[in-house]
């Protein structure tokens, strides 16, 4: 029988479907790898905003953890939307209890139009209780500023912040999205080594809803099937590129990523016309 690669997110529910477990079980599915939830908080929203947040009682998160750890296993993890120190402490808590060694940490903080996923008061507790336990982080610029302290305003600013948060805050490795940097986006991946630079297309266009959610599921799900890192990276950078370029064009707002496109398109473009990574 073969062996099927398993993945957990740990992340706040998206009515729209465009980020948060949504997202990250789609891509679970798209990348051939089967994906179980443990939801964090429901929020009401959709392309034009966040309309409510609503934690889930610690207890509920607690058992859905080790609901899904104690019969189905799990082979990669990843981490969304911890609204809070009480949430991030529990959850760094089940890490460690459960072994998830395979840990993607994407510090989820603020929805695409612009509100609060992490209190202010949160992120120490993110800082000192949750990256140390990370195989990778991967925070985009501004998370990457609140995180480090520090303004980035050029590749070598996001070498330094890639660097800082393996080095000072434990994580064993971080790659640092450029795409909120003019020009072509350069994401920068550390790996407590070397830094590697990941090249791309920028598409123009407002559909962008989830896409650090897509792009850190990705990386759990390659991460799930035993690819190495600096390969999960590629793979997660070729998802989301596609997601991107392909856009379903939903709602008025900020729309979704299209999670269809690396199995409708992918193909297609990696024989012949593919992306720049």
Known sequence: MKTIAKALTIAGSDSGGGAGIQADLKTFQMLDVYGMSAITAVTAQNT???????DIPLEGIARQIEAVCEDIGVDAAKTGMLSSPDIIELVAGQVEKQGLTRLVVDPVM???GGARLLASHAEEALRTKLLPLAAVVTPNIPEAETITGRAIDSLDGMKDAAQRIVE???ARAAVVKGGHMPGEPVDVLYDGQQFHLLTGERYET???HG????FSAAITAELAKGRPL????KAAKRFI???IKHELGIGGGHGPTNHWAYVRYGGAERAGQGERI
């Open 48 to 54: 034009l905003g966040v309309h409510g947040i609503y």
């Open 110 to 112: 603020i929805a695409k």
């Open 168 to 170: 000072e805050y434990g």
């Open 206 to 208: 407002r559909h962008t």
């Open 211 to 214: 896409t650090g959610c897509t």
């Open 230 to 233: 600096l390969e999960a990276v």
């Open 241 to 243: 590129s596609l997601a």
